[in-house]
């Protein structure tokens, strides 16, 4: 353990039990060189802790104390990273620290944003928005956010019984200045693939949908797209958002040539033609893909007013300024 730090025996008999002896040093080395004032304080705190009854009589006082100063490391470590100009992994502080983390909460406990915090809003104020719109549109259905880890996994499934029909919607809350891409196209292929019916919904106006027509085909999105793509990753990039179009155009590439060999067919439908086939019991088979003025002008013309200025505010707020009183950007919506 490391010299000049008189460690709580409670602390000491923990770690040996549990063998977490690197962990600790890790953690005192994070905490530098008031190391000694957090480890009183801990203890301290800990003790407050068992006897307000705030944590369980069966929990060691030793084991409060490793978290209490874990905790600390960890937001150390992302104002040290910071200084830095670098972004703190999960994974880092899971081996710096062994603390298990949301990286968002944690970067505001260090008086920070986490860039996943604004994904997370934009997705999240884009989710209620279109969640309140196909309820209001659509009548006698169920939606559901489909669990990540289990093959493909839209954003929504919008499910009506008697007749009985799914859709799958993939949500895109970009920036509108940021290219809706072939990308996207192929995944929203993808979905359609797999559920018959897919709703492509983005806050952008920049899409390459106006290129094809009719019937697409993976084939020609993956040779155009990549092509497309590499031009745009190419660019310098000297703003935080140019970095991010940046990134997603190289997450695009490596989408498409993943999927090169799918020889995926799929038809356009305008979302117009799809709402009236859901309305009428049979949805059409095929992808549609919505705008974000388009969306706007729909949520409008169903009275979903602060939904609209909501997806308006994603389409033209810069990642940074995004806020919301009401919509969490904590973590994605389930």
């Not at 260090?110 to 809003?121: D, I, S, T």
């Not at 196209?185 to 094809?212: C, D």
């Not at 490596?254 to 090169?260: F, P």
Request: charged fraction near 30%; hydrophobic fraction near 35%; charge should be positive.
């Amino acid at each position: 353990m490391a010299k000049r730090v008189k460690y709580p025996v409670s602390l000491k008999r923990y770690v040996d039990k549990h063998g977490l002896r690197d962990k600790l040093i890790s953690i005192t080395s994070l905490l530098g060189s008031d190391a000694q004032d957090i480890l009183t304080w801990a203890e301290n705190e800990a003790k407050r802790l068992k006897a307000e009854g705030e944590v369980g009589s069966s929990v060691p006082i030793g084991r409060v104390i490793y978290d209490l100063i874990g905790e600390e490391a960890a937001i150390r470590l992302v104002q040290q990273n910071e200084a830095r100009g670098r972004i703190t992994t999960k994974s880092e502080v899971r081996f710096r620290t062994g603390r298990k983390v949301e990286m968002p909460v944690l970067y505001r406990e260090a008086g920070l944003r986490h860039p996943q915090e604004a994904r997370n809003l934009r997705h999240n104020m884009f989710h209620e928005a279109f969640v309140a719109y196909v309820y209001r549109i659509i009548p006698d259905i169920e939606t559901t956010v489909p669990k990540t880890g289990s093959g493909l996994t839209p954003d929504l499934m919008v499910t009506h019984h008697d007749p009985d029909w799914t859709i799958s919607v993939e949500y895109k809350g970009y920036r509108s200045i940021t290219l809706l891409s072939e990308s996207e196209l192929l995944k929203g292929m993808r979905y359609q693939a797999a559920y018959g019916t897919a709703w492509l919904v983005t806050s952008t106006n920049k899409t390459v949908r106006t290129l094809y027509k009719g019937t697409l085909q993976s084939e020609d999105l993956v040779k155009n797209g990549v092509e497309r793509l590499r031009a745009i990753a190419k660019r310098k990039a000297y703003t935080a958002e140019q970095r991010e179009n940046r990134g997603i155009a190289r997450k695009g590439i490596a989408h498409l040539e993943k999927h090169a060999g799918d020889r995926l067919r799929c038809r356009i439908i305008s979302h117009e033609d799809l709402i009236e086939s859901c309305r009428a019991g049979k949805p059409l088979k095929g992808l549609a893909i919505t705008t974000g003025l388009e969306f706007v002008q729909l949520l409008r013309d169903e009275g979903l007013k602060r939904e609209a200025d909501n997806v308006l505010r994603v389409m033209k707020s810069p990642t940074d300024s995004l806020y919301s009183d009401t919509v969490t950007s904590v973590r994605l919506i389930e």
